[in-house]
């Protein structure tokens, strides 16, 4: 079963920014956080993805609360690209990836 | 190349045909994975090969027979299938099976009749 826990669908608007919630309560030491977003007709592709501290690369940011039972994943600029349903995975080396129900994300014109 | 290839795109089936999902990487990768998706649904996991070897079957049914020839392919063979089978095939590769990344494939959609 997932350990996640995620909104079921956001919205935002093209071009502003959007921050994806996930929860994690019971995340120990070693659990990294991954995300995977999974556009319409795709498979999913991953997008980033840490252990403590904040993780920024060319798709997102990730930021990690400090006691780790909750992140949040930073869209900087919306586009019409980015609607897709976005993963939260909390994944330990050596385990197999659980995907959780997701977030479906709309971005409006 | 990052890609995960898979064939056919899309596949119609009668429940008493026999057919084969085709999946191919060339990244090197010695973990490989076949996924089940439902509409509306997350991806499931169904097997994991590892260095060519079958490491993890979630109790799939016999129906369905995962095959790894070589590093870079992983098939899976269709027999008998029932309608409820209909679902998004999805394959997957990572450098190890203890990977952090998971390289998918666009899938396979099938549909049993």
């Known amino acids: 079963d997932a350990k996640t826990t995620q909104p079921n669908s956001m919205e935002s608007n093209e071009e502003e920014p959007v921050h994806l919630p996930c929860n994690h309560s019971t995340i120990s030491g070693t659990d990294y956080i991954h995300w995977y977003r999974q556009l319409p007709s795709q498979g999913p592709e991953y997008v980033i993805h840490?252990?403590?501290s904040n993780v920024n690369n060319r798709m997102a940011s990730l930021a990690i609360a400090e006691d780790r039972k909750s992140s949040t994943l930073i869209l900087h600029r919306a586009t019409l690209r980015d609607a897709a349903v976005y993963y939260c995975i909390q994944h330990n080396y050596g385990q197999n990836f659980v995907f959780g129900p997701g977030t479906r994300l709309s971005v409006l014109p | 190349d990052t890609e995960v290839t898979q064939t056919p795109k899309h596949l119609v089936m009668g429940m008493t045909n026999k057919k084969s999902l085709k999946c191919e990487q060339h990244?090197?990768?010695?973990?490989m994975y076949w996924y089940k998706q439902k509409a509306k649904k997350p991806p499931e996991l169904m097997f994991v090969?590892?260095?060519?070897?079958?490491?993890i079957n979630e109790s799939v049914p016999s129906r369905f027979s995962p095959e790894c020839p070589n590093s870079s392919l992983l098939n899976l063979h269709l027999h008998a299938l029932q309608p409820e089978d209909s679902a998004l095939y999805l394959c997957?590769?990572?450098?190890?099976?203890?990977?952090?990344?998971?390289?998918f494939g666009s899938g396979t959609q099938l549909s049993v009749l």
């Open positions: 090969y590892s260095y060519e070897k079958l490491s």
């Open positions: 990244m090197g990768h010695r973990a």
């Open positions: 997957a590769s990572s450098q190890e099976h203890e990977g952090t990344e998971l390289f």
């Open positions: 840490g252990l403590t």
